[in-house]
């Protein structure tokens, strides 16, 4: 006898065993039920943590199935059969038990119970009494039955799942929301709600985008405030219209966006999924916890804080929906980027970034025409650089000065995506004109933001003159 997963096959020959054989539907009493229940039954289990099924193959040949139900406080249900006659009365109903005590040490528990719901059915009372099972309630038409499962004591430990993270490597921060939307909206024609803030380039494409491109999602945007966080009125008139199957924040260069808890609310209400991206810098914190804390799934980008080559990584948080957990080998992150990620010292990553920020803003000298677009960093914002809002027009200018001075800039985001409408999103393209992201990166140091702010002013001053 082998234990097998219990996939689709088993799915169809159980239909035809529990619901055409009428001996069997009899002895396990079993209720009618459709393909389509079945199917919306099969669809639920990978959500649910308090149910395991497996199949039985004897001889190569799926032969039945069993399971453990209602997992909870260390004990759960088990339920099993044989469908296929010519092996009952062979022993490997005894076998099947054992394979079933194996699981639920597996499992880590420490008892089973069974209901037998037809007293007729002698061939599984003897059974279940023979490998040790007592009877525990009895009532007119059925009886309860439990047996102790000992405990399964290991050399070492071989129990994955349990103290497993639900987070998972990828090469890189889109290859792992492409993972999550392609589970997220499998069997869903409904949108993704996304921030009206979301930029391309010809080189890099699109890492917001391209995944929602590439799996062809319906999508829609929401407003952006001036600090780039989501306009609330916007995001709750949308997500009440029940359109949307999903709703992506990004925490723009680290900085937490939005009352978090309140749009975890309205997620839940209205039965959207919620991801958060972290691709700007992994290591904020918000009240002494990581970011991402509050999505059902947030993700995450390693090169853009660390010098790798590649590699991002997303997480499950809640189980509310399905999302699969296989990198495909093609999208898995390089061994020399994991080396890095692993070996890296955080901490004085975090306190460079933390410190070059600070010194930016305490020296920073107030001006109309250019301002910090995050005056203070709040506690725990471990920032992906210095973003600052250049006016009348001189960013472009500026950006290419500053190169001539050997200082390497960026514009997150300078070019928006096509697919947002200038006349309905005006603030997002103005944000987009203006914007220049200053390094704060652990290579740099006072010295190097002196130099920076001293000829960034210069070349202010130039260009008002000019
Ligand atoms: C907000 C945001 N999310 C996701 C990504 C994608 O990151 P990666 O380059 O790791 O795919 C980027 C960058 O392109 C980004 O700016």
């Not at 159980?14 to 009618?32: M, Y």
């Not at 009494?129 to 525990?136: A, K, R, W």
């Not at 992201?437 to 260009?463: C, G, M, R, S, W």
Request: proline residues 3%; hydrophobic residues 35%; aromatic residues 14%.
């Amino acid at each position: 006898m082998k234990i097998v997963e219990f996939d689709n096959n088993f799915l169809d020959l159980s239909f035809d065993w529990l619901q055409k054989d009428a001996e069997l539907k009899w002895l396990t009493v079993t209720n009618d039920f459709s393909k389509e229940s079945q199917a919306n039954w099969f669809n639920s289990l990978p959500l649910k943590t308090d149910y395991k099924i497996f199949g039985i193959k004897i001889n190569d040949e799926p032969a039945g199935a069993f399971g453990i139900k209602n997992i909870q406080n260390g004990t759960g249900e088990y339920w099993g059969y044989i469908a296929i006659r010519a092996y009952l009365g062979k022993g490997y109903g005894k076998i099947l038990m054992q394979n079933a005590f194996d699981q639920a040490q597996k499992l880590g528990l420490n008892s089973l119970y069974l209901y037998v719901k037809n007293l007729e059915n002698k061939r599984a009372i003897n059974l279940y009494l023979s490998v040790g099972f007592d009877y525990i309630e009895t009532g007119s038409d059925y009886v309860k039955m439990q047996k102790k499962i000992p405990p399964h004591i290991t050399k070492e430990a071989e129990q994955r799942n349990v103290f497993e993270a639900k987070i998972f490597f990828a090469q890189s921060a889109r290859a792992t929301f492409s993972n999550i939307v392609s589970s997220v909206f499998k069997n869903s024609d409904k949108k993704i709600l996304m921030p009206a803030y979301i930029g391309e380039t010809d080189k890099e494409g699109s890492g917001v985008f391209d995944p929602i491109r590439e799996n062809r999602l319906k999508f829609e945007f929401y407003k952006i405030e001036k600090d780039l966080s989501g306009n609330i009125d916007d995001i709750i008139q949308k997500i009440t219209s029940g359109k949307f199957g999903a709703i992506l924040i990004i925490h723009y260069f680290g900085f937490i966006q939005n009352n978090m808890e309140e749009i975890v609310k309205l997620c839940e209400y209205y039965d959207v999924a919620l991801i958060e991206d972290c691709a700007h810098s992994f290591l904020t914190v918000q009240n002494e916890k990581k970011i991402g804390q509050f999505g059902d799934f947030s993700f995450y980008s390693i090169h853009k804080i660390i010098p790798s080559l590649d590699g991002g990584f997303f997480k499950i948080n809640k189980t509310r929906y399905y999302c699969s957990e296989v990198v495909e080998p093609n999208k898995k992150i390089s061994l020399d980027s994991l080396d890095l990620y692993v070996r890296s010292d955080y901490e004085t990553i975090k306190q460079k970034r933390v410190e070059n920020y600070s010194y930016y803003i305490e020296n920073w000298k107030s001006n109309d025409l250019i301002s910090p677009l995050y005056p203070t960093l709040p506690k725990g914002i471990v920032p992906l650089n210095f973003p600052i809002i250049v006016k009348n027009r001189m960013r472009e200018k500026c950006y290419f000065k500053l190169i001539d001075r050997n200082i390497l800039t960026c514009s997150l985001y300078y070019r928006m995506i096509k697919e947002i409408d200038k006349d309905i999103f005006p603030l997002s393209y103005e944000i987009a004109d203006n914007i220049l992201n200053l390094p704060v990166h652990q290579d740099t140091n006072k010295d190097a933001i002196e130099y920076i702010l001293k000829n960034l002013f210069e070349i202010i001053e130039e260009l008002i003159n000019d």
